[in-house]
């Protein structure tokens, strides 16, 4: 009976040993479906290395001390790479976070001559077909992967639908529309469009969102509460004589009171055609569904 009993509790570890085994082996295969790939390259000491991204950097780290690295001053989305130390052997590594929510890892081996010394990653991804394959949330952006917001800022402003066709600000023969207001996972989408038919160019120096009282919106800031864009379809630039662009903004969902306005002004830079756009509760409320637009992937 105790040679039985002896046998029973062998066979029994010997099941659970190869259940715990069988599932670290599944882990492990798991985990291993989720890796990011990553890309080689070669850096040297008196030489520095530019990375080109599709979007601006969030973050960066570097895998050792070996490695230098910085954004590129005034290009968000360049970064500047090389090595700290001459000649090292051990092979280290850096990580990459952008704004679309994309991570990339790279595996960097020091070398006197390298092969090359400025990388465009759009075009690597393309041919790897690594689009959309790692996508980061960020906390401003809530559920919305940054890369959705992107494709939807992207869709509104190829699209270019003229939803809303009654607010609209002109003088000096500029003039500046609300062409659609869309909300999607709580954040809104405001589609806008400048028309300069002047054939002086209207350099844009900012653009500012902003909530004030109806009875104090021309006379005083007191009241004014001002809300930030979280993203930008394409930076404000220089509108051309006789031409028209258009852009997105993407804000965090609001509302306001029926004694409140929504101002949206757009600033030229040594001029002085300011527009301003006043927009109610009552259109905010109105605003497209993304769901009811077709994204193309």
């Not at 001053?73 to 990459?96: C, H, I, P, Q």
């Not at 662009?245 to 929504?262: E, R, Y």
Request: proline share 3%; with cysteine.
């Amino acid at each position: 009976m105790k040679h039985l009993i002896n046998t029973f509790w062998a066979a029994a570890l010997l099941v659970a040993f190869s259940l715990s085994a069988s599932a670290q082996g599944n882990q492990t295969a798991n985990l291993d479906l989720g890796t990011i790939p990553p890309y080689n390259m070669q850096v040297t000491y008196d030489k520095t290395s530019h990375l080109i991204f599709p979007s601006a950097i969030r973050y960066v780290d570097l895998g050792s001390e070996y490695l230098t690295a910085s954004k590129a001053e005034d290009a968000e989305n360049v970064l500047r790479v090389k090595a700290s130390v001459k000649g090292f052997e051990e092979e280290t590594n850096f990580s990459v976070i952008t704004d679309d929510g994309l991570f990339y890892s790279f595996n960097v081996q020091y070398s006197s001559f390298p092969g090359s010394l400025s990388y465009e990653l759009q075009t690597m991804q393309k041919a790897l077909d690594r689009a959309g394959g790692n996508g980061i949330l960020f906390e401003e952006l809530g559920k919305t992967a940054p890369s959705l917001a992107g494709l939807i800022l992207k869709t509104i402003y190829k699209n270019n639908k003229r939803i809303v066709k009654h607010i609209a600000s002109g003088s000096f023969g500029v003039q500046f529309s609300l062409r659609g207001i869309y909300i999607h996972n709580g954040r809104y989408y405001f589609h806008t469009q400048l028309e300069n038919c002047t054939n002086v160019p209207f350099n844009i120096d900012y653009m500012s969102f902003k909530v004030v009282d109806k009875k104090t919106a021309r006379r005083t800031a007191a009241q004014e509460i001002p809300l930030v864009p979280l993203r930008t379809y394409k930076p404000l630039a220089e509108v051309q004589g006789k031409a028209t662009d258009q852009n997105v903004f993407l804000l965090d969902q609001f509302t306001i009171a029926d004694d409140k306005l929504l101002l949206i002004e757009i600033f030229e830079k040594n001029g002085g055609r300011h527009q301003t756009l006043e927009i109610e509760n009552s259109e905010l409320v109105k605003a497209t569904l993304i769901r009811e637009m077709h994204l193309k992937f």
